[in-house]
């Protein structure tokens, strides 16, 4: 069976999310722009500080963080804001993120975070395709979107 073009990048997104290096959750995001990629990018430690999966250990996971709340003490970078400064800013207009969640190897979703959302907005990207915990392909027109609805939504479900 051929794949449609949102299947082939959710799963690249899934491969992407591969390469995490969290303990607890891992996601990974790609960019495309005219059913090309422009970039890819997964959640993990900010260049130089050592990761979960070095240190054995995911501080947000010891101390039962709730997904969404105290991202401060965590040094990793989300996976849609890597894809984001791994691409150029004129690519990025009306491109479409796809994001892909596991968590314990089972489906998590790929809704953004808060703090992403800000990301997405500012870099102009036109859409958001990820998949729910259900696996159900969620889509989201950013252009169209309740910006202050979005951002108090994710930041009670994320
Ligand atoms: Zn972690
Ligand atoms: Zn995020």
Redesign the pocket.
């Known amino acids: 069976m051929r794949l449609s073009w949102d299947d082939y990048f959710l799963k690249m997104a899934e491969t992407a999310c591969l390469r995490s290096t ?3 959750a891992q996601f990974g995001a790609v960019l495309v722009k005219n059913h090309t990629l422009i970039s890819t990018g997964y959640n993990g430690a900010a260049s130089g500080v050592k990761s ?1 999966l070095e240190q054995g250990d ?1 501080v ?2 010891r101390l039962h963080i709730p997904s969404g709340e105290n991202y401060e003490i ?1 040094h ?1 970078v989300h996976a849609e804001a890597n894809a984001i400064i791994r691409a150029s800013f004129d690519l990025m207009d009306d491109a479409t993120l796809y994001i892909f969640g596991l968590q314990q190897e089972k489906p998590r979703s790929g809704m953004p975070c808060f703090m992403c959302w800000r990301m997405i907005f500012n870099a102009r990207i036109g859409k958001v395709i990820y998949l729910d915990e259900e696996g159900q392909k969620k889509i989201v027109n950013v252009k169209v979107v309740d910006r202050g609805r979005i951002l108090s939504y994710s930041e009670r479900e994320t």
Do not use: I, K, N, Y
């Open positions: 969290c303990l607890r979960c995911c947000r996971e965590c990793s």
